[in-house]
């Protein structure tokens, strides 16, 4: 998925730059994907995460560790840890992303032949003059779509290691759960494919994809090997327990 994600932004670019791309209502920030999804793309992601590695992960605790219902809960904690981890990420980099906008950028406004030049310090003050504000825009949309959906690839691997009783209420709650997350992975990779058509500069696109690929490498292929982290989402199994093995 990675280096799709980088091919599709490389491919994306090429075409856009070079006039191939028609017009379509997707080249509109206005669409409904963009608005009711991208746009709360974080929200979705940790609305729908959140239950999913609560339940799979107290049922993983409880099942394969034989834990009891303390250390299991203890467990889910320090597994959900992870989304506190991934909107720590998501605030810092948006607005590292806006810092840098409003840093490198320059407000074109009209204005009465008469008045004025005034100079504007920031995206949103220049907007609110009915001004364009030039800047290097990072792309946001890459860097979060990116983001999100690696990291749910990363968290619905629990289910190769997981058992449940075919005809339980939680495998329902649990495939409902899996199956929403994986239509909101398929949103995110099409929205992902969209703005590398129609939107940004190449490099801006780059940059965005790289910072989310950088965000999923340094958690889940670094930091959460290590004992003081949130953990893997099929964390290794005590050598006391003989029931399960599993090797990531």
């Given at each position: 998925?990675?280096?799709?994600?980088?091919?599709?932004?490389?491919?994306?670019?090429?075409?856009?730059?070079?006039?191939?791309?028609?017009?379509?209502?997707?080249?509109?920030?206005?669409?409904?994907?963009?608005?009711?999804?991208?746009?709360?793309?974080?929200?979705?992601?940790?609305w729908l995460l959140l239950p999913f590695i609560a339940l799979t992960t107290y049922q993983f605790a409880t099942t394969k560790f034989l834990y009891g219902p303390v250390k299991s809960i203890l467990m889910v904690l320090r597994r959900l840890s992870a989304l506190l981890v991934g909107t720590a990420v998501w605030y810092v980099c948006t607005g590292l992303f806006m810092y840098i906008e409003n840093l490198t950028g320059t407000c074109s406004a009209?204005?009465?032949?008469?008045?004025?030049?005034?100079?504007?310090?920031?995206?949103?003050?220049?907007?609110q003059n009915n001004g364009i504000w030039n800047g290097f825009d990072i792309s946001g949309h890459c860097f979060l779509l990116s983001y999100c959906a690696l990291m749910i690839v990363e968290e619905v691997a629990v289910l190769?290691?997981?058992?449940?009783?075919?005809?339980?209420?939680?495998?329902?709650?649990?495939?409902?759960?899996?199956?929403?997350?994986?239509?909101?992975?398929?949103?995110?990779?099409?929205?992902?494919?969209?703005?590398?058509?129609?939107?940004?500069?190449?490099s801006q696109k780059l940059?965005?994809?790289?910072?989310?690929?950088?965000?999923?490498?340094?958690?889940?292929?670094?930091?959460?090997?290590?004992p003081f982290s949130p953990g893997l989402p099929l964390p290794s199994i005590p050598s006391s327990s003989k029931k399960y093995s599993y090797s990531r």
């Open positions: 998925l990675p280096a799709a994600l980088l091919g599709t932004v490389l491919i994306g670019s090429a075409l856009k730059d070079g006039g191939a791309v028609p017009d379509s209502p997707l080249s509109d920030k206005r669409n409904p994907l963009n608005v009711y999804f991208v746009k709360v793309a974080w929200a979705w992601t940790l009209s204005g009465e032949v008469n008045e004025p030049r005034r100079l504007y310090t920031s995206k949103q003050e220049c907007h190769e290691g997981l058992s449940m009783d075919q005809n339980s209420k939680l495998r329902v709650v649990i495939n409902g759960l899996f199956v929403s997350l994986c239509f909101l992975t398929v949103i995110w990779v099409f929205m992902f494919v969209c703005t590398a058509l129609y939107f940004h500069d190449f940059l965005g994809v790289l910072i989310g690929l950088a965000a999923w490498y340094g958690t889940y292929r670094f930091w959460y090997l290590k």
